[in-house]
């Protein structure tokens, strides 16, 4: 089982920053696929954006131009820099990874192995 932990979401106003981390104590995921997916109260599951372990990315077109994924190897973190914000990005963030996929898109973070507990963010108008 992999351990995943989200931290750095919050309430910001509209227009707004926030930066998402997500970290695996006990694993070294540079060879994985990895990504975020969202969760409104009320609404099906959304894929925001993945990065392979090549580092090439994908976005949602929902987000595209405003978030940016990115990942730190040597300290084995993945970020979402979250610009722009808007109240219709208010949701639960979960941070993902699969060992064996490759060439992710944005909404196969849906279906990657593993997934964290999440984390808030809401952004108010």
């Known amino acids: 089982q992999v351990r995943l932990v989200e931290s ?3 309430s910001v106003q509209a227009g707004g920053s926030l930066r998402l ?3 695996a104590p006990e694993y070294t995921f540079a ?3 990895m990504g975020w997916f969202r969760q409104a109260p ?3 599951r959304e894929g925001v954006a993945a990065i392979d372990s090549d580092g090439s990315t994908d976005y949602a077109d929902s987000v595209k131009g405003r978030f940016t994924i990115s990942k730190d190897n040597a300290k084995n973190t993945l970020y979402l820099q979250m610009n722009s914000l808007k109240p219709e990005d208010t949701a639960m963030y979960y941070c993902a990874i699969d060992p064996s996929l490759r060439a992710p898109k944005a ?5 990657f192995g ?3 507990r999440g984390t808030q ?3 108010s108008s």
């Not at 909404?107 to 279906?111: A, P, Y």
């Open 31 to 33: 060879s994985f696929c």
């Open 107 to 111: 909404e196969t973070t849906l279906i």
């Open 42 to 44: 009320g609404k099906e």
């Open 21 to 23: 981390s997500c970290t």
């Open 114 to 116: 593993y997934s964290g």
């Open 8 to 10: 750095g979401g919050g």
């Open 121 to 123: 963010v809401t952004v």
